[in-house]
């Protein structure tokens, strides 16, 4: 049966490349598309994830991490007051203005702690120290502001918001949903910024609980303390997040549309081609089934073409999508393809041949035996 299969779809080599090549398109078309919807989410939670906080407290349905309302700083005294609470600091999110040296403007999103070391934030310092943003005029900026800033080094100035400031750091990876670089920076620092709005205010409350406390429990605690504010477990908070972006920017059905095209397009090429080729050799399953082979035998001879099919069209088709991950990096885009999502394109790959195979099956299941003895 393995002869006959394997003999059958090599027969014509130009057919089967067609239809690996399909296969493969198809494969590469879903990795590098869910890679790509993969990574954009990830840029959306991020910060949420390195944040060393178990809750966060956040304005009244604030809908995710960049659509900030702030409320007054004082909140923080309620939820260090819990005796469930370990420590708990104000955390300020703000859009602000660069002047780079072209004379240009662009926009940064400022995150701002009175103390980053003690939430392991930021989490890839790639040049400085964090706990120097407390020293004076003082900012940080991740590298991925370099396609935006232009090039600049640590010791280099920029004007922020009308204030003098000294790039002394670097990070790595820290990204956001929109791609407006992040940058680094003193919560005082950050108030004087933008006094109008962010004076006495703050954005969100980092709380880290004793160990041993019920996470829930004393969310509802805190809830209870602060009636007019969220309070959301990190996985929480980044759910929501998340959810944000996919309902409603529409990244969430173009995932959707390029996942069923690609999908579309394997299914048709396979069942073609496939069904070509059985038609080639219907004399030869008519005589198989003469010589008392079942409609089970010719389905699995079917079935090892389509699995051969799929098998090289997803090689072909994963290779080329796990080297383009370099060249998307240098776009500044991130293309994560996680074991989880290339398993699943590979079993979905699988099944969908299988189906496909069927297109033919039914052609051939309903043969006469008698077939093979006409001339």
């Known amino acids: 049966m393995v002869d006959l299969a394997l003999k059958m779809v090599l027969h ?58 702030d ?15 370990e420590r708990a600091d104000n955390l300020i999110l703000a859009f602000v203005n660069v002047a780079l040296p072209t004379g240009a403007q662009e926009t940064a999103v400022v995150y701002a702690l009175e103390n980053f070391r003690r939430w392991g934030f930021p989490w890839n310092v790639v040049e400085g120290d964090v706990d120097d943003l407390r020293r004076g005029p003082n900012v940080f900026f991740d590298d991925s502001a370099t396609s935006r800033f232009g090039p600049f080094a640590v010791g280099d100035h920029r004007e922020v918001q009308g204030q003098r400031l000294e790039v002394i750091g670097r990070t790595k990876g820290a990204k956001s949903f929109t791609t407006t670089p992040l940058a680094f920076m003193d919560y005082d620092r950050a108030q004087s910024l933008v006094p109008d ?42 759910s929501r997040s998340r959810g944000y972006w996919v309902k409603n920017t529409g990244i969430g059905f173009n995932m959707f549309l390029t996942v069923f095209l690609g999908c579309l397009v394997g299914v048709v090429v396979v069942a073609q081609t496939l069904y070509t080729s059985t038609m080639e050799h219907i004399k030869e399953f008519g005589t198989l089934k003469a010589i008392g082979g079942s409609n089970g035998d010719i389905y699995k001879i079917l079935a090892r073409q389509a ?12 290779v080329p999508s796990f080297l383009l991950r370099p060249v998307v990096e240098r776009a500044g885009l991130k293309l994560m393809i996680q074991p989880e999502l290339t398993v699943a394109v590979f079993v979905g790959t699988l099944v969908l041949c299988l189906v496909s195979a069927m297109v033919s099956f039914r052609k051939v299941a309903g043969i006469d035996p008698g077939l093979v003895f006409r001339g």
Request: no cysteine.
């Open 12 to 69: 014509d080599k130009l057919r089967f490349f067609i239809t690996v090549a399909g296969v493969a398109f198809a494969v590469t078309l879903v990795l590098v598309q869910g890679g790509l919807f993969v990574g954009i989410l990830d840029n959306a939670t991020v910060t949420i994830e390195h944040l060393d906080a178990d809750l966060w407290v956040t304005s009244k349905n604030t809908p995710n991490l960049d659509f900030v309302h």
């Open 71 to 85: 409320f007054p700083e004082t909140y923080i005294n309620r939820v260090r007051s819990n005796p469930s609470v």
């Open 197 to 238: 709005t962010l004076r006495g205010k703050t954005s969100y409350i980092l709380v880290k609980l004793k160990p041993g406390v019920n996470i829930e429990s004393a969310r509802a605690e805190l809830r209870e303390l602060l009636p007019y504010n969220d309070v959301y477990t990190k996985a929480d908070w980044a």
């Open 307 to 318: 699995t051969l099919s799929a098998v090289i069209g997803f090689v072909l088709g994963a």
